[in-house]
């Protein structure tokens, strides 16, 4: 599991590698039954049906971390003098909200809450990118062999969900899901979509206006993926180079004592720096959720 006992490649490959639970596919010596896949080719053959277990452990593990010390923040708020949770929670809780009414401008109470989720879950998602590549997967590797009697070579343990698209793509696809659905709640099926073929091209002819729904429901379909695409593939884009970087500069280490205290400061560096990245993509999806969704509440008139 070391750098020391693997090429660099083998390394990274290691590092960027899910565990992964599936249905070993025709040809295998396990061919019907459900297990681990042991390498990336094993994983890209169960299909789409494969589970990465990491990720999903990682995201529930957190999504559950946030909602234990808010709910505790919530059942001990006092109107007294507040203590250190009570006031970080209330400083997000108002940050979310107050973001919701610069660029909500309809009326839903889920909105905020949704908001607050959204950015709370995804920062402790975004989070775990801070801790030290090696330190979870070698204990995730010793577990497995010593318990489970696993080549430790092929337990695999990615630890931040958010270099894996699977799961950004799955809370874009939720925000999208959403979106659609206040769309139709809020416009009605037939508003909805004079909203897909009316716009952005218009005409009193009633015979140019036919002309101007295909090309209009194109150019607003298009717009319409772009927005689960933009939200997924911007937080996966920039988590998975912030772990490439962290990775690559792990490999420092066995290069030499030198080499190891430049890589040192390099990864320190690199870490604050990186707070920052975190914290931003958290505030993106958040906000841009909350566009869509103030989208979505937009009627007609308001084109």
């Not at 299909?47 to 946030?66: K, P, Y």
């Not at 337990?155 to 894996?164: G, H, K, N």
Request: no cysteine.
């Amino acid at each position: 599991m070391s750098a020391e006992a693997q090429t660099a490649g083998e390394y990274i490959k290691h590092h960027l590698q899910n565990l992964t639970w599936g249905r070993f596919a025709d040809g295998h010596e396990h061919a019907g039954h459900w297990g681990f896949a042991h390498n990336a080719d094993e994983a890209r053959e169960m299909g789409f049906m494969a589970i990465n277990v990491d990720t999903m452990f990682w995201s529930i593990a957190l999504g559950v971390l946030f909602l234990y010390f808010f709910n505790k923040a919530a059942k001990s708020a006092t109107t007294g003098v507040p203590g250190g949770l009570q006031n970080f929670v209330e400083w997000v809780v108002e940050f979310a909200d107050n973001s919701v009414k610069g660029a909500f401008s309809g009326r839903n109470a889920f909105i905020a809450p949704m908001a607050l989720t959204i950015f709370v879950w995804v920062f402790l998602i975004n989070f775990m990118d801070l801790i030290p590549v090696d330190w979870l997967p070698r204990m995730a590797a010793w577990i497995g062999h010593h318990v489970f009697g696993a080549d430790p070579h092929h337990v695999f343990f990615r630890v931040v969900p958010s270099t894996d698209p699977n799961a950004t793509f799955g809370m874009a696809l939720a925000v999208f899901a959403l979106t659609i659905f206040y769309s139709f709640k809020k416009k009605g099926p037939v508003g909805y979509v004079s909203e897909l073929t009316l716009h952005p091209f218009s005409s009193s002819n009633k015979l140019l206006q036919l002309v101007f729904i295909p090309i209009n429901f194109v150019l607003e379909f298009v717009s319409l993926l772009a927005k689960p695409l933009s939200l997924s593939l911007r937080l996966y884009g920039n988590m998975f180079a912030g772990e490439m970087i962290f990775i690559l500069i792990a490999l420092m280490y066995g290069g030499g004592w030198a080499l190891g205290i430049f890589g040192g400061f390099l990864q320190m560096g690199w870490a604050i720096f990186h707070i920052l990245i975190i914290t931003l993509q958290a505030y993106i999806f958040m906000v841009l959720t909350i566009v869509y969704m103030d989208l979505a509440y937009q009627t007609d008139e308001d084109h």
